[in-house]
T-cell receptor
Framework: RKEVEQDPGPFNVPEGATVAFNCTYS??????FFWYRQDCRKEPKLLMS???SGNEDGRFTAQLNRASQYISLLIRDSKLSDSATYLC??????????????FGKGTKLSVKP | DTAVSQTPKYLVTQMGNDKSIKCEQN?????MYWYKQDSKKFLKIMFS???????INETVPNRFSPKSPDKAHLNLHINSLELGDSAVYFC???????????????FGPGTRLTVL
């Protein structure tokens, strides 16, 4: 089983639509969860961290379900500028000071006029 | 001011050559990383240094050798380049070790390496 799995998409949606992405992770000891955004031919950038209680930032809402080991990202009122690849990222702590960020392969979103 | 910078941005070279990519961060972070993003867009960690100490060394051919002269710099040297090394290489930095919770990583713009 892959460590962090995402539907690669592409998700093609019209402007103004609501779109949701899910991501599952395999290591139940994971401690931190993130959504990064990567535009075409650019570097990944942090979109938002995902906390156990869920969190919202404007049109973006992230949820974490530890029991089922999945993370979600909801984008409301999609804008053309939301077109990008969304990377689900999970921090694994192997014990002590050992740990690593594991990136999913990303979900591609294309918002059309 | 650029937070994490890499040079060169593009690198085209012949098989068998040796090349280096440089990375610098001005964020005052303690940890730096090298990632490889292949043609399938999969981003995978290669190395990580914390205060010049190697803390992550994933299964990478020993043709790849990172060097951290100080905590603001992490360079990547690649010997005997192969076709399969063609990819985008991203440098990143974070305040703390990757084991720390909610430790955001900041990425450089990437170096697009093409091996002919």
């Amino acid at each position: 089983r892959k460590e962090v799995e995402q539907d690669p998409g592409p998700f093609n949606v019209p402007e103004g639509a609501t779109v949701a992405f899910n991501c599952t992770y395999s290591n139940s000891a994971s401690q931190s969860f993130f959504w990064y955004r990567q535009d075409c031919r650019k570097e990944p950038k942090l979109l938002m961290s995902v906390y156990s209680s869920g969190n919202e930032d404007g049109r973006f809402t992230a949820q974490l379900n530890r029991a089922s080991q999945y993370i979600s990202l909801l984008i409301r009122d999609s804008k053309l500028s939301d077109s990008a690849t969304y990377l689900c990222v999970v921090n694994y702590n192997y014990g002590g000071s050992q740990g690593n960020l594991i990136f999913g392969k990303g979900t591609k979103l294309s918002v059309k006029p | 001011d650029t937070a994490v910078s890499q040079t060169p941005k593009y690198l085209v070279t012949q098989m068998g050559n040796d090349k280096s990519i440089k990375c610098e961060q001005n964020l005052g972070h303690d940890t730096m990383y090298w990632y490889k993003q292949d043609s399938k867009k999969f981003l995978k960690i290669m190395f990580s240094y914390n205060n010049k100490e190697l803390i992550i060394n994933e299964t990478v051919p020993n043709r790849f050798s990172p060097k951290s002269p100080d905590k603001a710099h992490l360079n990547l040297h690649i010997n005997s380049l192969e076709l399969g090394d063609s990819a985008v290489y991203f440098c990143a930095s974070s305040q703390d070790r990757p084991s720390r919770s909610y430790n955001e990583q900041f990425f450089g713009p990437g170096t697009r390496l093409t091996v002919l």
